[in-house]
């Protein structure tokens, strides 16, 4: 009898779509390692409705791993400071945040399409907002925060360096350029889905606002009330997105003075603010522009968290070296510039009570090290995860259960403890005389006497 050769089931649109947009269980995501040795031993086999296994999987391409949480670099490159009395500087790698943390965190930022929501030039145009946690970026003009925006929503490396005009808006990104003060305005942008307890919010609110709009009527006997009376009651619809993250315009070359000022109102009055990002370029350093908006965060009481940008410039700039030379080059930069940034942070938290180091409403010690511009890397950019956890974290919507322990470096030359009882003030120490010996030259012996 002649074997039947079994045919690939028809394909349908209901499966064609299930195909494409099925999400994968976030479980199976495969760490870098193993989606490589996945490509490896899968991708290229010949896909083939005549061969002669059985298995009714062979009629589906091989499943395809999804593109790992990154690519080519580390997830998270992040510092921690020495202890501010350590006499020996040094910024110490801190531990990664937990994987399936980092996980969670990205998920936010990609779950859906980035939404962009609105432009502000002005503080009063900011649309309100009761329920939705904002983060906001901060930096000198051209420092990278349209192009961070982008890697956060996953679009990283020449994607976002393209992202110019009304197409990348619509798109929901932000525009980049290299000429300074591209982004003239606050434009914020909607991430994630929003969680049931932030809807519940929003509707136990607007019960709430109702309430008070029937109540206000009744007092004013059935008039629309005067515009004082109406103050406050605010018509927000309910929240749509899970976070948002406001690109200010930057300050330095190409910026204007009233934008500084709309800013300090937004830093000041903004009642979900729950913490700004402060990018500082790693190829420049802390300038003393940067120095002024970490004076203006500390009386604004602001949770800040500095990200170094264009970490990438660091190891391009020197082609002539082994490349394990220029890598430790480039670390030995970054680690100079987090120094400086550590100094000038706890320099301005000098003069407050409250804006201190790792507080609630203080500045945050990790300092997060990325590339989200660098054209060479596919994907995110380096370091690009870390960020997109530092701002859930300061949004609350990641923990960190991470045990930072301070790095405290031992003291070369140990010194005796000493009783306080035994303690000589006043007088030296009396040292002991040491008797001259016989092949020792006649100065000596003089020294010693
Ligand atoms: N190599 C490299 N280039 C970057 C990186 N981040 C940003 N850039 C480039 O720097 C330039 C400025 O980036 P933007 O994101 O527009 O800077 P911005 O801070 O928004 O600037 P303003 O809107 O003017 O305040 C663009 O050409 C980016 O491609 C990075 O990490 N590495
Ligand atoms: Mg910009």
Redesign the pocket.
């Known amino acids: 009898m002649a074997s039947r050769t079994r045919l690939p089931p028809p394909t349908t649109l209901s499966t064609l779509t299930t195909l494409t947009t099925r999400r994968l269980p976030s479980s199976s995501y495969l760490p870098l390692q193993t989606a490589n040795q996945f490509f490896s031993e899968h991708h290229h086999r010949p896909f083939s409705s005549t061969s002669t296994t059985s298995s009714p999987s062979k009629y589906y391409p091989p499943r395809v791993p999804p593109k790992p949480l990154y690519s080519t670099t580390p997830p998270a490159i992040s510092y921690l400071p020495p202890p501010s009395n350590d006499p020996t500087q040094h910024a110490v790698p801190s531990p990664p945040p937990h994987e399936a943390s980092l996980r969670d965190a990205s998920s936010i930022f990609t779950q859906q399409p980035p939404h962009f929501l609105y432009s502000a030039s002005k503080f009063l145009q900011v649309p309100p907002n009761s329920h939705t946690p904002e983060i906001c970026l901060l ?10 925006i982008n890697a956060l929503a996953g679009v990283g490396g020449q994607a ?2 393209r992202a110019h005009g009304l197409k990348a808006r619509s798109s929901g990104l ?10 003239k305005s606050m434009n914020a942008y909607g991430f994630g889905v929003p969680t049931k307890a932030q809807r519940q919010m929003a509707l136990e609110r607007a019960a709430e606002l109702k309430r008070e709009r029937e109540l206000a009527q009744k007092l004013t006997a059935g008039r629309r009330g005067s515009r004082a009376e109406r103050r406050g009651v605010v018509h927000e619809p309910p929240p749509q997105f899970r976070l948002i993250v406001v ?1 200010m ?2 300050y330095g070359l ?2 204007q003075k009233w934008w500084g000022l709309e800013i300090e109102k937004y830093l000041r009055r903004r009642v979900m603010l729950k913490g700004a990002v402060l ?1 500082i370029d790693a190829v420049a350093g802390v300038k003393d522009a940067d120095r002024q908006v970490m004076e203006l965060l500390r009386d604004c009481g602001v949770r800040t968290a500095v990200v170094l ?5 660091l190891r391009k700039k020197e082609e002539g070296l082994e490349a394990e030379e220029v890598e430790m080059h480039a670390e030995a930069r970054v680690e100079g510039v987090c120094l400086d940034v550590w100094d000038e942070l706890r320099a301005v938290e000098r003069v407050s009570l409250t804006w201190l180091e790792g507080a609630e409403k203080g500045w945050e010690k990790e300092i997060w090290v ?6 060479d890397v596919r994907g995110d ?1 380096a370091g690009v995860v870390g960020a997109r956890w530092a701002v859930c974290r300061m949004a609350g919507l990641v923990e960190d259960n991470r045990v930072l322990k301070p790095v405290v470096t031992p003291l070369t030359a140990p010194s005796k403890i000493v009783r306080f009882e035994d303690l000589q003030f006043g007088t030296a120490p009396a040292t002991p005389k040491e008797e001259p010996s016989d092949s020792g030259t006649a100065s000596d012996a003089e020294a010693s006497s």
């Open positions: 930096g000198r003009s051209n420092v990278g925060k349209s192009t961070l976002a360096a932000a525009i980049t350029s290299k000429i300074s003060g591209s982004t690109d315009p930057g190409g910026s990018l940008t264009k970490a990438d410039k990325t590339s989200a511009g660098d054209v950019g």
